[in-house]
């Protein structure tokens, strides 16, 4: 058996789904996809091939499009109405030109948009701007608010990022299908245990004494992390977590109840993705930018992917195969992931429309598409195929 790898990349002008057939070498494109809609996440089933998209705005709402044939075709499931449901409800050229159809969307008013999507034991999960979390449990057709998050007591304090108060992570684990964790900017990492009758917020220190005193607001004080979260990842079979932060990158053997710092050795502490490796929970990489306010591009604008193998006590730089001269792109926080073979593929998407791809873990790297939108995401699917 050989297997297809499909890369899922979300953009601001729509999905499209990168396919290799032969060993991950020849990559054929398709897209734009969902009506060119920004969709800020992608996500595949491995078991049925069902795709999902989450995205939209203040001009489409917001809403997870669905497909069950590769991509060939889409339907939407709409949360929000947008200014588009607005306005062509009351100009029926404007409804005629779109093709408008009116829509009954549940949260009109509460939300502006999706940004992130979690399937796991048969529910689909679906993370807001504001900060909310939404399930569904007929695979996208219906959704249902988590009102313990929606209730949080701390949900008050909570403090918008830069892009606004987003929930961009949801993270769960095979073992237990009532614990999931999240991470919300800036509010931090949230855990459940209860299937997401209560929630717990984790962002406590390890070792707060060692935290050096620092003047930016999302840097770590007061025996916690910076609040600003920009992805989590889950690794090997247990509570491993680690977490690329506004202002740093943490590792927690504890679920999330405390949080190690693992940026020494990297070349500034700010950055937006990180990943793990599919089997070896040791194994990680990260992309680090000059600073927030330096302009967000790799430090002298040499592009180069972090690696880890001792569960971020060392790390090194990788290099082969990316730009190292005059390089001013940035990578963001859901714009890397993994895949599943051996060796596994590492992939990461750029602001400024190129894919890179990895088949030997992040040691060379080839730029497999170019001139695509801005990349909001990358994520990967493979399935089985019949050989020859």
């Given at each position: 058996?050989?297997?297809?790898?499909?890369?899922?990349?979300?953009?601001?002008?729509?999905?499209?789904?990168?396919?290799?057939?032969?060993?991950?070498?020849?990559?054929?494109?398709?897209?734009?996809?969902?009506?060119?809609?920004?969709?800020?996440?992608?996500?595949?089933?491995?078991?049925?091939?069902?795709?999902?998209?989450?995205?939209?705005?203040?001009?489409?709402?917001?809403?997870?499009?669905?497909?069950?044939?590769?991509?060939?075709?889409?339907?939407?499931?709409?949360?929000?109405?947008?200014?588009?449901?607005?306005?062509?409800?009351?100009?029926?050229?404007?409804?005629?030109?779109?093709?408008?159809?009116?829509?009954?969307?549940?949260?009109?008013?509460?939300?502006?948009?999706?940004?992130?999507?979690?399937?796991?034991?048969?529910?689909?999960?679906?993370?807001?701007?504001?900060?909310?979390?939404?399930?569904?449990?007929?695979?996208?057709?219906?959704?249902?608010?988590?009102?313990?998050?929606?209730?949080?007591?701390?949900?008050?304090?909570?403090?918008?990022?830069?892009?606004?108060?987003?929930?961009?992570?949801?993270?769960?684990?095979?073992?237990?299908?009532?614990?999931?964790?999240?991470?919300?900017?800036?509010?931090?990492?949230?855990?459940?245990?209860?299937?997401?009758?209560?929630?717990?917020?984790?962002?406590?220190l390890s070792n707060a004494d060692a935290c050096p005193k620092h003047d930016h607001p999302a840097a770590p004080r007061d025996g916690e992390t910076g609040h600003c979260v920009h992805n989590m990842v889950r690794a090997g079979d247990g509570d491993l977590l680690y977490q690329q932060n506004h202002h740093g990158t943490w590792r927690s053997p504890d679920g999330g109840r405390s949080w190690e710092d693992i940026t020494a050795g990297l070349p500034s502490s700010f950055g937006f993705p990180i990943a793990v490796h599919p089997r070896d929970p040791r194994t990680l990489w990260v992309l680090p930018l000059n600073s927030d306010s330096g302009g967000r591009y790799p430090p002298e604008g040499s592009a180069a992917v972090w690696k880890s193998t001792d569960g971020g006590e060392n790390w090194a730089a990788r290099r082969s195969g990316l730009p190292q001269e005059n390089c001013f792109f940035t990578v963001l926080r859901q714009a890397m992931a993994t895949d599943s073979s051996d060796p596994a593929g590492i992939y990461f998407g750029t602001n400024t429309g190129s894919v890179f791809v990895s088949s030997d873990e992040g040691e060379h790297w080839t730029e497999v598409a170019r001139h695509l939108p801005t990349v909001l995401s990358v994520e990967t699917l493979q399935s089985p195929e019949a050989a020859g």
């Open positions: 058996m050989t297997r297809s790898t499909t890369i899922l990349v979300g953009t601001t002008k729509g999905a499209f789904l990168l396919t290799a057939r032969d060993g991950r070498e020849h990559w054929e494109i398709k897209g734009p996809l969902c009506d060119g809609w920004p969709i800020n996440h992608v996500i595949g089933d491995p078991a049925t091939g069902t795709l999902w998209a989450a995205g939209g705005g203040e001009w489409h709402g917001a809403g997870v499009w669905c497909s069950t044939d590769g991509g060939d075709s889409w339907a939407l499931s709409k949360l929000a109405n947008g200014q588009l449901d607005e306005w062509a409800a009351n100009d029926p050229e404007l409804a005629e030109m779109f093709g408008w159809e009116p829509s009954d969307a549940p949260f009109t008013g509460e939300i502006e948009t999706l940004w992130s999507l979690h399937h796991s034991h048969g529910t689909l999960y679906a993370g807001a701007k504001p900060a909310t979390l939404f399930a569904s449990h007929d695979r996208g057709q219906s959704w249902q608010r988590i009102e313990g998050l929606s209730n949080h007591p701390s949900r008050d304090s909570w403090n918008p990022g830069a892009a606004g108060l987003v929930l961009h992570t949801i993270v769960s684990t095979p073992a237990a299908p009532d614990k999931l964790w999240i991470g919300i900017s800036a509010a931090g990492v949230f855990a459940t245990e209860d299937g997401g009758a209560s929630w717990e917020r984790r962002n406590r």
